[in-house]
């Protein structure tokens, strides 16, 4: 693999892209970043990229806007230095809520943000769990997208947790957590959830199917704030679950999640390391499991060029 070269974009991005790089057993690429009095960024990258396959990963962690311009500015700094290809990895897409113009005079800003990225010089893109699939056709260039599913269903088998059933959060979410229920061969619950505007809060009222006295499974593509999801299980304990288990790909746990996980009858919160999680989020209820051999995996058959339709999610 001398041909391969891999860097992180930021420092939030060094342990993920250092994870990568052991289970591809090839050292992390040399890269220096400073920012200058004036708050402008530099980026220089102390390695020759000539002719090589660059995989550059940046990670999600505030400030978000600053992780942008720092993948952008590495983005042109490794296509000037004459590198033959550009894969940029984001294991957390930024922007992936703003995904579509549902009210007036809004931007669609995930679809600008892959433009930017396109504009910049990547030649590829390999991300993870989008929140909304469409997104992926925002790009120009190619756009692999991994899923934590299998990681999480993992997680649950080694647990052995009996009676259980997977409860959907929303209509939305109910073909999802069918594909769960099939894995685990158990029965699937609905709630029925109401969300005002562009208010966080979402109202759950009611569950379509039986919970009472069982150990319930439920499933997100991301936590950010953690009030749809703590709704979510304080009306699947109202009706009855026993244990309530929480599973997703993406902890963004901002603003009050950690204290409303705290403070809820949550069993557990399992997620994965697409988003760095600082010590001070850091409680009991939530583990995290790594997804970087995944994305090792998929690095590897992108520069051997090989098919990595297995990885990814295709429905």
């Known amino acids: 693999m001398e041909k391969l070269k891999i860097f992180a974009c930021s420092k939030s991005a060094e ?3 250092e994870e990568i790089c052991d289970y ?28 090589k396959d660059v995989f550059l990963i940046q990670t999600t ?14 983005i042109d700094a490794v296509k ?16 992936s809520r703003s995904d579509k ?14 433009q930017l990225i396109e504009s910049a010089g990547a030649n590829r893109v390999l991300t ?34 009996d009676n259980k059933v997977v409860v959907a959060t929303d209509a939305g979410s109910s073909k999802k957590a069918y594909k769960y229920a099939e894995h685990f061969g158990c029965p699937i619950a609905l709630v029925d959830k109401r969300r005002n505007g562009n208010d966080d809060h979402a109202m759950a009222t009611s569950v379509i199917g039986d919970i009472k006295n069982k150990n319930a499974l439920v499933f997100d593509d991301e936590v950010d704030t953690a009030g749809s999801i703590m709704e979510t299980v304080q009306v699947i304990k109202k009706f009855g679950a026993k244990d309530i288990y929480v599973g997703c790909t993406h902890g963004i746990l ?16 399992v997620m994965t390391n697409t988003v760095p999680l600082p010590k001070e989020k850091q409680i009991d209820k939530i583990v995290v499991v790594s997804i970087s051999e995944l994305f090792g995996e998929a690095i590897k ?10 990885l990814f999610e295709t429905n």
Do not use: W
């Open 15 to 17: 342990k993920f892209t």
């Open 24 to 51: 591809l057993k090839i050292e992390k690429g040399k890269i220096s970043r400073m920012k200058f009095k004036n708050d402008n960024n530099f980026v220089q990258i102390l390695e020759s990229v000539r002719d």
């Open 61 to 74: 962690e505030p400030p978000v806007n600053e992780r942008i311009m720092e993948l952008l500015i590495t």
């Open 80 to 95: 000037r230095a004459s590198s033959k290809r550009i894969t940029v990895v984001l294991p957390y897409y930024m922007y």
């Open 101 to 114: 113009k549902d009210q007036p005079r809004i931007p669609v800003t995930a679809k600008l943000f892959a």
């Open 128 to 161: 993870c769990d989008l929140h909304n699939k469409a997104i992926q056709a925002y790009f120009n260039i190619n756009c692999d997208v991994l899923t934590g599913e299998s990681l999480l269903e993992k997680y649950f088998d080694l647990k052995d947790i």
């Open 254 to 269: 901002s603003g009050p999640a950690i204290e409303r996980i705290k403070k809820s009858s949550l069993k557990e919160l």
């Open 301 to 310: 058959r992108i520069h051997e060029e090989s098919s990595i339709g297995e």
